[in-house]
Structures are given as C-alpha cells and as structure tokens.
C-alpha cells in the first residue's frame, strides 16, 4: 500500500501568521490518465472531514482563497498564507491515483 | 443536495459481525464508487474499503481483508459493510464517502462501531 507520511504532526501557529504542511508519498501519485489524485481535507473536532483541496491545486467551493495546495510526483504541500482561528482542526493528505486509498497521519493545527 | 446517511453501528463484541449501511440521495448513486473510511477515538482517518460504481471491483486495507465485505443496492441506493470477527481495535466511526478518483467531496456524518465485552 502507498504510505503518505505528513510533517509536522503538530502545528502551533500565530493568527495572521502563514502555515505549512508536507505530505510525501511512497510512490508516484501520478497514473496513467495524468492526473495526480492529491486531497486535502479538514476535520474540526466532532465534524466529518471536509475536503478543501484535490488533485493538488484546487480549491473547493468556499474555501478560502488563503489555501493553496502544490506539489508533484511524491512531494505536496498546503499552505495556509494567514491562520485563522476557524482554521484549527486537523488536516490530512489522501491519495486516490492507488488501491486502496491511504490517508497521512494527520497534522494539528492549533492557534498559539 | 447529497446526502449521505449511515446506520448500523452500535456494540458488539469481539468475535461478532455487523452490517453497516450507508443511504444514498441526491446524486446518480449508480454512477459513482463509493467508499467506507473509518476513525478510531481519538485517532486519525484510515481508508477501510472501496468499491467501483458497477460493484465490479472491490478493495480492502490489509486490517479488514478477509473479515469486511463491501457490497452496494443501486435499486435501492444503498452502500453496504459486512463486519466480521471483530475486534476492539474496530471500534470506531464509520464514514460513507462518495466519488471516484476525483472526489471524495461528500461524506456522511459517520456510525459509530464499539467492539467490546
């Protein structure tokens, strides 16, 4: 199965402040269609997860524009540009390009 | 709007079976795979099992290969997971999630498994 490891598990940020998380694949994410089946979701305590950003880049309906998702290959990032406090929860990386699907371990963001 | 509804979950104990169900609306049911995530108390997501949008293929992670089924009722709009020997380490809430690759934007609000004596 694919690992998606994520850093930092634990992500005290400042209000106003930018955060960043990574998340690495143990294989390529890109198949033979050329896509590239990144997702982030949010999840806030009690809550199903949200997804706030897939196949990479895009942004879903509503979300703000402070996040922005990247990368290639094995290597993505979210970063968030100002923290703000709706955003604490937990954010997780998922890939879809590989059966079965796997999730990173989850990375929390709290307000300092 | 979509809707996701789980049901089914409750206590059991170790050893014993479940079948979880997961209602469909808002959406051609038919037309998408769907998918059961689940999160143990205080832990992380962890993708369970999957299946395509005409049931031909079906995929497990390793912790539930060989006890859970998943199955699906496009008459009746309906996901399925068969439970079997369970464990406690089970225990947790279970998502129904819609969509192929490209998706996974719709869950449902989880049902919640406890595996104990």
């Known amino acids: 199965d694919v690992v998606m490891t994520q850093s930092p598990l634990s992500l005290p940020v400042t209000l106003g402040q930018p955060a960043s998380i990574s998340c690495r694949s143990s294989?390529?994410?890109?198949?033979?269609?050329?896509?590239?089946?990144l997702h982030w979701f949010h999840q806030r305590p009690g809550q199903s997860p949200r997804r706030l950003i897939y196949k990479v880049s895009n942004r879903d309906s509503g979300v703000p524009d402070r996040f922005s998702g990247s990368g290639s290959g094995t290597d993505f990032t979210l970063k968030i540009s100002r923290v703000e406090a709706e955003d604490v929860g937990v954010y997780y990386c998922m890939q879809a390009t590989h059966w079965p699907r796997t999730f990173g371990q989850g990375t929390k963001l709290e307000i300092k | 709007e979509v809707q996701l509804v789980e049901s089914g979950g409750g206590l059991v104990q170790p050893g014993g079976s479940l079948r979880l169900s997961c209602s469909a609306s808002g959406f051609i049911f038919s037309s998408d795979a769907m998918h059961w995530v689940r999160q143990a108390p205080g832990r992380g997501l962890e993708y369970v099992s999957g299946?395509?949008?005409?049931?031909?293929?079906?995929y497990y992670a390793d912790s539930v290969k060989g006890r859970f089924t998943i199955s699906r009722d496009d008459s009746k709009n309906t996901l399925f997971l068969q439970m079997s020997s369970l464990r406690a380490d089970d225990t947790a809430v279970y998502y129904c999630?819609?969509?192929?690759?490209?998706?996974?934007?719709?869950w449902g609000q989880g049902t919640l498994v406890t595996v104990s004596s």
């Open positions: 999630v819609r969509g192929g690759s490209g998706d996974y934007s719709n």
């Open positions: 299946i395509t949008k005409n049931g031909g293929s079906t």
């Open positions: 294989q390529s994410l890109v198949p033979s269609d050329g896509n590239t089946y």
